[in-house]
């Protein structure tokens, strides 16, 4: 795919400052997750609860900085932005909401379709 080497630096400052507040939003969570074993068991039941939705946004997070990881190292074999299905240009709109797809949107929505 013919990027100008200004255009990958870009992208790459782009996803890299996603994967930065990613990071950040992982810290912020582990900063608010509290020790349950200083709670009372009241406490303790609301913080299971909370526990569960904390580690579903953590394991969604750290699933997200992995895409990213990815898509930087796609970056630099030169086949970022081209979908993975197809060999298509996946389209800078596309990339723009989301940096790290490996797909087009047309192979993006038949593997949803048939999932
Ligand atoms: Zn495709």
New binding site residues.
């Given amino acids: 795919m013919d990027r100008s080497p200004k255009e990958t630096e870009e992208i790459r400052t782009r996803l890299l400052a996603h994967k930065a507040d990613l990071q950040k939003r992982v810290t912020t969570i582990h900063e608010h997750a509290r020790d349950p074993l200083e709670q009372d068991s009241a406490e303790q039941a609301a913080q299971l609860g909370n526990v569960a939705v904390v580690s579903a946004l953590e394991n969604e997070a750290v699933q997200q900085i992995a895409e990213i990881e990815a898509a930087i190292s796609r970056l630099d074999a030169g086949t970022y932005g081209v979908?993975v299905?197809?060999g298509?240009p996946i389209g800078d709109g596309r990339l723009r909401v989301r940096p790290a797809a490996t797909?087009?949107r047309?192979?993006a929505e038949l593997d949803s379709r048939r999932a």
Avoid: I, L, T
């Fill in positions: 979908c299905s197809c298509e797909q087009c047309d192979c």
